[in-house]
Each structure stands twice: as C-alpha cells, then as structure tokens.
C-alpha cells in the first residue's frame, strides 16, 4: 500500500497525549501542530487509527494543503487535488469548514467554491454531466488559518468520544477521549490501583478499564470510511481481527469509584454493564473523605465538581475539595491528578502542585494539576485504616 498523510484531530493541550498514542501503534513518522497531529501511514492507518485512538476527535486523510487568497485561487487549489483517488464518481460529499485570521472569511461562499471545485475535478475523471450523489458520505473539510487552505476527508463520522457505552447522560459529563488523556498523562499502569471518588457516571474508572484491558475503544462501533471503496472492508476487517486478538478479556483489575450521588451510580453501573466491564470494576456510595485502599500505592485520578460545570453553592464546592486534599493526606503515597476550574487547589490538598497543564472540558478552561506520590518501596506497610478498596 502507498504512503497517505493521515490527521488525527486533538483537542487543545492533547495533542502530544495523541502523538504518543501514534508512535505506540507504530506511527512514528509524525508533526505535531495546534489541533492535530499528522502522521504517515498506508490505508491500514485509517482503520487502526480509528479503532485505537483513545484521545483523539477524529482522523481524516490530508488531501492538501496550499495558499489561498483569493477564491480563484481556493477554487484552483481545490481542483488540483486528486479527489478521484478518495471519491467514487457516486459518494455524497458535504462541505464544512471554517476560517480564521483570512481574507477568505466567509465560511459558506469558501463551501461553495470547494464543492464547485471537486464536483468539475470528479466530472472530468469520471466523464460524467452530473454526479448523482447517491453513495456513501465522504465529508469534505476545508480550514482556512492565515489565508493558508487545508482540504481533507472525515473517515470518522461522529466524534471518537462516541465509543458506545454511554448512551445514558450524567450530570455534567466528561468526554471519553478527555478521561482517557487524563489517564495517560497521570502515567497510571494497569498493575497499579486507581481510584475516582468523583466518579459520576463512570467515566474514568471504565476507560481505565478498557486501558487495562488492551480494548480497542472503536472496537463496537462503525466509522465513515467503511463505506468507502478506498481502504476497502479487507483492511477494515483485518484492523478489527488484530483488536480482537489483542483484547486482554481477562486482565485483572484494581480500579474503583466513588460518589456521593446515588443517581450517578447507578449510571455507571449500566455504563460499565453496556461497556462490558460489570462485576470487574468497584463502584461505592462515599463521600470521598472516607474513601480509602489496601493498596500501598496508587493513582487518583477524577474531575471533581466546580461552580462553572454544576450550579453548586461555592461551599459545597470547597468540602469537596477538602474532603479531596483530606483523602490524598490518608493516601499520601498515592498520585493525586485533577481536572478542575477551581483555581489553586492546593489550598486545598496542602502542598504544591507538582506540574500544571491547561486543557479545557468542552468549552470551559481547566487545569489537570499532578501531585506525585514516591516511588514505591520494597517492604513498606500502611495503616490499617486503608481497607476500603
């Protein structure tokens, strides 16, 4: 197979979390940009892309990229491109986009003039008057920054948070590709416990489950690009086959939630039945100041509540935060990692911070603030309060 330049989309302050999930399945050849990661790979990258990428929004294939200043020059740019290789003379295209810092900045004139462009390149290659539009659905993208154009294919469709097994919401949810970021930049290994005592729906404790479990998280999902006739459903059958025989069905697990909130519970109790995880992860009713482990070390890794994502009372939020700094104190050799928009919760935990990274939880601004715990010792015992999990 040739070699495509592919693009996995990231949100902001994921995408070296994205490129690290590249390298890891091989895909080492790779710039990482605001918003993205491109990266080389044959047609068999879409598939496993797809199925693989955890933190990722979505992948597309890069058709090009080239200065546009004028709409003549984006409608030329645009047919230069070789759409006939990605495009059957049948496939449905819908246009989207969006433009930032160009001269170009009427987003739906800018649509106009890709489709215009794509629909006279196809009827040239295919010898055809008109183009039916009756096939599969191919979205094109076009993306305009600084009066530089970047045309490209969604293989994705819905979003790669989709993954299936939250069809019930929650209060305030956090997106899957978010907690499974959170996972990977708390370094949490699956030999090691973790815990969530804000586990809400379930979110985190069940894609650190997945994690543990080496599932494909795109495994019981469909994406675009099947339907297309470039890769093709040999390749997409042989990217399933490989997650299958990968999946490590029965890894043992040491990953707990807790929550005050009944409702909640009960949600992530039928989001880890529909994730296939029931009976293997560990949900109690706690406030988290009474949370706790028998475990000496540990990774705490949860999104506690905060004023601008729940309509709570500003006291509420900060016991939450106590009982939080409260459990690390009893945990105090366990790694403490938190989403939040509260501002300096080490007020809070009782010490510094030990790094800080803007992300953000759908529109809002957060911090993920990380207190390391020590290294762990040969031999060293803890109370024996630490008996809940």
């Known amino acids: 197979m040739s070699v495509i330049t592919l693009m996995a989309a990231a949100a902001f302050g994921l995408e070296s979390v994205v490129a690290r999930e590249l390298a890891a399945l091989g895909y080492e050849d790779q710039e990482t940009e605001d918003g993205r990661v491109l990266f080389r790979a044959d ?19 890069l058709l090009g990229e080239f200065e546009a200043h004028t709409f003549d020059e984006l409608f030329e740019g645009t047919k230069k491109l070789p759409w006939e290789e990605w495009l059957s003379k049948d496939n449905c295209f819908p246009v989207s986009g969006n433009s930032v810092k160009s001269t170009l900045h009427s987003v739906p004139a800018c649509q106009s003039i890709v489709k215009k462009a794509i629909v006279e390149r196809l009827r040239g290659a295919y010898g055809l008057n008109q183009l039916p539009e009756t096939g599969a659905i191919c979205p094109v993208r076009i993306v305009l920054r600084k009066n530089r154009a970047t045309l490209s294919l969604d293989t994705t469709g819905p979003s790669l948070h989709k993954r299936g097994y939250r069809a019930l919401a929650g209060e305030a949810p956090l997106k899957e590709t978010l907690a499974a970021a959170m996972l990977y930049l708390s370094y949490w290994k699956k030999d090691r416990a973790l815990l969530d005592p804000f586990c809400g729906a379930g979110t985190i404790p069940i894609e650190a489950a997945w994690m543990a479990q080496n599932r494909a998280p795109g495994l019981e999902r469909r994406f675009g690009a099947e339907r297309w006739f470039r890769p093709g459903p040999a390749v997409w ?29 009960s949600l992530a109790e ?20 009474e949370a706790g482990s028998r475990f ?32 690390h104190k009893r945990l105090d050799t366990w790694s403490l990692n938190l989403l939040t928009g509260v501002p300096e919760p080490e007020r809070y935990i009782g010490r510094r911070w030990d790094r800080s990274r803007k992300l953000y939880n759908g529109r809002i601004e957060c911090h993920y603030y990380q207190f390391f715990g020590p290294k762990p010792t040969d031999g060293r015992r803890l109370p024996a309060d630490r008996t809940q999990t």
């Open 43 to 61: 047609e068999a990258g879409i598939a496993r892309a797809n199925l693989w990428l955890r933190s990722a929004d979505r992948v597309g294939v």
């Open 296 to 327: 000496d070390y540990g990774y705490i890794v949860t999104n506690p509540p905060y004023g601008r994502r729940l309509a709570r009372e500003e006291s509420e939020i900060s016991q939450c935060y106590k009982d939080l700094g409260e459990l």
């Open 237 to 265: 059958r042989r990217a399933r086959q490989e997650a299958q025989d990968l999946w490590e069905r029965e890894a043992p697990l040491r990953v707990y939630g807790s929550d005050i909130d009944a409702r909640a519970l």
């Open 270 to 289: 039928a989001h880890a039945e529909a994730a296939g995880v029931k009976g293997k992860l560990f949900f109690q009713r706690l406030p988290a100041r």
